[in-house]
Every structure is written in C-alpha cells, then in structure tokens.
C-alpha cells in the first residue's frame, strides 16, 4: 500500500472544556496511528477568533497535524471528522515534495532565528 505525507488542520470547538478538546485530540492522533499511520508533527495553535461564524462558533480551537499514511485512511479520518460534533471544521491535503521542502526551509530558518536571539541574549547578559 503507498504512503503519502499529508497536512490536516482541524477546528475544535473552542467554547468546549481544556479536557474535551484535549481528549478530541488525541482520539484524531489514535485514528491515525491505529490505523497505520505515522504522526510527524501535531502543533497545537490554540484558540483562535474565526474569521465568520462557523456553526454559531466564533472561535475555534486550531489542531494542526502533519503525518504519513496509507491513502486508506483519509476516508477513514475525515468520516471520523464529519461524526464528531466538536470538530466544526477540518481540511486534509497531501505534501508533494515542493511543500515538504518549504516546510523544511521554514524550520530551518525558525532554528536560525532563534540561535540567533538566544547568540543576541547570552552576549548582553555578559556585558
């Protein structure tokens, strides 16, 4: 079975409790991961306002998950999206190798920035 690498941002409610939310997140992680996939990277960006109300919502709680899967499993996923009522929103795409390369570049210079400040701070501190 081939595997591909994809991108999945999903919208929580946000007026849900921390431990809901939290528990709806790792029932997405667990469907992926049972079901033969590999999680990269899962950010957690938080509550964030909605740009228009989605479902009464006006703001959503953002999950976005990075992984590699067989193609079987986004039906599977997105079926387990659909059903779950604290998801309000959720959007699937699969990296082609441009965008893993982009991705890669902008850690990269994350890393660089950060080295840089942490460099910026350590100098300061000893003057």
């Not at 991108?7 to 049972?34: F, H, K, M, P, Y």
């Not at 006006?58 to 659909?82: M, Q, W």
């Not at 699969?94 to 660089?112: N, P, T």
């Not at 942490?118 to 003057?127: A, D």
């Amino acid at each position: 079975m081939q595997t591909k690498t994809y991108e999945s941002v999903v919208i929580i409610n946000a007026a849900l409790e921390d431990v809901q939310i939290e528990t709806t997140a790792a029932r997405i992680l667990e469907t992926i991961t049972t079901h033969g996939g590999e999680i990269i990277e899962a950010d957690k960006w938080g509550r964030k306002r909605l740009a228009y109300p989605i479902k009464k919502s006006k703001s959503g709680y953002y999950l976005v998950l990075r992984f590699i899967a067989p193609s079987s499993l986004i039906a599977t996923l997105e079926r387990n999206y659909r059903l779950d009522e604290n998801v309000i929103r959720y959007l699937t795409i699969s990296l082609d190798k441009f965008a893993l390369e982009a991705i890669a570049k902008q850690k990269e210079s994350v890393k660089k920035e950060v080295t840089t400040v942490e460099e910026s701070v350590t100098n300061e501190s000893k003057v």
